[in-house]
Nanobody
Framework: VQLQASGGGLVQAGGSLRLSCTASTTLLDFNVMAWYRQAPGKQRGLVAS???????DYADSVKGRFTISRGNAKNTVNLQMNNLLPEDTAVYYC????????WGQGTQVTVSS
C-alpha cells in the first residue's frame, strides 16, 4: 500500500492550506488515518487523527485551527489548516493503519511570518 500526500506549499502567516493523502487501494477499510509533522531538529509528532467511527484527536497546538476529515472515498484523508503560524512549518506525513502501519512520503509546509 502506498500513500500519496499533496497540498503542501508556502503560505503567509494567517493563511490556509489543505493537505490530502490518498492510498493506492480502496480495498482496505483503514482503522486510523492521521497526520504527523516533523520540524527541523525535532521529533515527528501527531497533528491529528481520525478513526473509522469518525472520532478525532488533535494536538493542543492545532486545536481550533486544523480539521481532519475522511474523504468520500475510504482511501483518502484530508487536513484543512487555517490560521497558519510560522511554528506550523514542518514536513507533514500522512499515516493509515490496517493490520500494519503505512506512511506517506511527506509534504513540506512552510509558513512565513
Amino acid at each position: 500500500v502506498q500513500l500519496q500526500a499533496s497540498g503542501g506549499g508556502l503560505v503567509q502567516a494567517g493563511g490556509s492550506l489543505r493537505l490530502s493523502c490518498t492510498a493506492s487501494t480502496t480495498l482496505l477499510d483503514f482503522n486510523v488515518m492521521a497526520w504527523y509533522r516533523q520540524a527541523p531538529g525535532k521529533q515527528r509528532g501527531l497533528v491529528a487523527s481520525i478513526n473509522r467511527e469518525g472520532t478525532t484527536d488533535y494536538a493542543d497546538s492545532v486545536k481550533g485551527r486544523f480539521t481532519i476529515s475522511r474523504g468520500n472515498a475510504k482511501n483518502t484523508v484530508n487536513l484543512q489548516m487555517n490560521n497558519l503560524l510560522p511554528e506550523d512549518t514542518a514536513v507533514y506525513y500522512c499515516l493509515m493503519t490496517f493490520r500494519a502501519v503505512y506512511w506517506g512520503q511527506g509534504t513540506q509546509v512552510t509558513v512565513s511570518s
